[in-house]
């Protein structure tokens, strides 16, 4: 990897990174603020509002894709593409907003068993949700832009600052005005319009000289091909995401998705090296030939079993030490299995990341689409039958084991799997020891943290045996790590 794409990845990671650690230390305050009920219907707000984004057609995702192929093109070419793109999220994110408002209420108030109490809080916040969906359609294409360039330390700026403050303005608002849905949805959306804004201002800036009217049909259609099948993982990427934490607030209320959700989003935020990887590599992968574009995202992968499996496999060992001193023992002793379980899942579904990416990225969405169109009827079979047996874990492990098939599949289909089976070996026996071990031991918080040092430093390991772009960072690191020392020691002497 060379020097920008290093410097790219640092910006990625450090612009997940932020918002995650304030999250952590938000997260109980909300909790105990607001009420676990509460928390887990901002929880399905979120989840709504990510399902109705598929009525952007896939704009964001084909804007990004072109406008990466035109990276180094004047503005007067990526002009159309940009204001095309932005035009018809505006007028689809208008159509999706009456939808949402025409059924989300309902949804809301008819689908979740909602305690008596919030039914009437819930719907009188409601209308407070529905403008956030358009804003978040035209900040994808804004964000689109941004990354197309690679100006990774401008989107990050942006986008973690937007979550960080979306993350304290609420919390501010509920101990200033009282811990009511009607103060914490408007909040949220303030944030949403504050970035949305500001975000508009800066590409425009660099896009600069833009004209408003140039918009092109020629482009329209090239965008909707594309995102056609975009569309359709966009349509069901989020119902295979979220339909576990539907179903458990149907069946088991809004608390229950509170000790799902929670657990689940430790699982989701712990990609952050996967998502931080993919968004990395995808301008530069639209912009190669096939066989260079295979050939990193191959090496990309391997990187991310090794990597990120330093990272997923010690936190399922400490996810219950983690979850009690955190939030507590009465809540971690619900949360604790399914945290587990969704870790794992986690450490597959970020190394699926890659092919994802690189499949989008050279213009075969419908791939993808077509995978995930697989995985529906097995996948809602599984999540049934595994929470009618086994409760929460048992929705963990019905999304784990689809996000294991689906890692395998698009693998298989970018042509990256041949490349890293072998390889790949270590890392999944070392990812099953970390879990049986969570299991079988229920260790106390230390011997779990020493535990987790050595399974993460046996990770960091084979995965510098076996990956050249591992070991050659690790070499820089150590070179540089030996001339500090060096220094230091000069400065003493």
């Known amino acids: ?31 105990h603020a607001i009420g676990a009920a509460r928390y887990g219907i901002v929880s399905i707000t979120w989840i709504l509002l990510g399902y109705f984004g598929f009525l952007d057609f896939g704009l964001s995702r084909a804007s990004a894709n072109a406008l990466g192929k035109l990276a180094h093109a004047p503005p007067e070419a990526r002009a159309p593409v940009l204001i095309t793109a932005l035009y018809l999220n505006v007028l689809f994110g208008l159509a999706a907003s009456f939808l949402l408002y025409l059924g989300g209420s309902s949804l809301m108030s008819h689908v979740f068993s909602l305690p008596s109490d919030l039914r009437q809080e819930t719907l009188d916040a409601f209308p407070w949700i529905v403008p956030m969906l358009p804003l978040g359609m035209v900040i994808g294409v804004a964000m689109g832009a941004l990354e197309s360039r690679e100006r990774f330390l401008l989107s990050n700026l942006l986008s973690g600052s937007g979550m960080v403050l979306g993350q304290i ?7 200033k005005f009282g811990p009511s849905l009607g103060v914490v949805i408007p909040a949220l959306l303030l944030v949403r319009l504050l970035v949305a804004v500001t975000i508009l201002g800066v590409v425009a800036r660099l896009e600069w000289p833009i004209r408003s009217l140039a918009f092109d049909f020629g482009w329209a259609r090239k965008l909707f091909s594309y995102g056609a099948w975009v569309t359709v993982s966009s349509l069901i990427g989020p119902a295979l995401d979220t339909f576990d934490q539907l179903f458990i607030g149907h069946t088991l209320g809004p608390a229950a998705v509170a000790h799902y959700s929670v657990p689940m989003n430790i699982a989701l935020r712990s990609q952050m090296l996967a998502t931080a990887l993919a968004r990395t590599l995808f301008p530069r992968i639209s912009r190669e030939d096939a066989a260079t574009g295979q050939r990193l995202a191959t090496n990309a992968t391997i990187s991310l079993i090794y990597v990120f499996g330093a990272m997923c496999g010690p936190a399922i060992i400490m996810a219950g030490p983690f979850l009690e001193i955190w939030i507590g023992r009465e809540f971690a002793q619900s949360s604790r299995l399914v945290a587990e379980i969704l870790l794992f899942g986690a450490w597959m579904n970020g ?67 041949r490349g890293i089976l072998l390889r790949a070996i270590p890392g999944v026996t070392l990812m099953l020891l970390c879990f049986l071990l969570a ?36 070499q820089m690191v150590a070179v540089k790590l030996i001339r500090a020392s060096v220094r230091l020691r000069g400065e003493r002497i």
């Open 169 to 175: 303005l609420p919390l501010f608002c509920v101990f």
């Open 439 to 474: 299991e079988g031991l229920m260790a106390q918080p230390t011997v779990a943290f020493w535990l987790s040092v050595m399974l993460g430093l046996a990770f960091l390991g084979f995965g510098i045996l076996l990956e050249p772009t591992l070991r050659d960072a690790a």
């Open 1 to 31: 990897m060379n020097a920008r794409l290093s410097r790219n990845l640092a910006l990625n990671l450090a612009g997940i990174l932020l918002p995650v650690i304030v999250s952590m230390v938000t997260v109980p305050f909300y909790i």
């Open 351 to 417: 190394i699926a990341f890659m092919p994802y990416s690189q499949l989008q990225a050279q213009g075969r969405p419908h791939i993808t689409a077509r995978v995930h169109a697989i995985e529906i009827v097995p996948f809602l079979l599984g999540l049934w039958l595994l929470i009618r047996l086994a409760g929460l874990p048992g929705a963990a492990l019905a999304w784990s084991l689809r996000v294991g098939a689906d890692c395998i599949a698009l693998l298989w289909l970018a042509g990256c799997l």
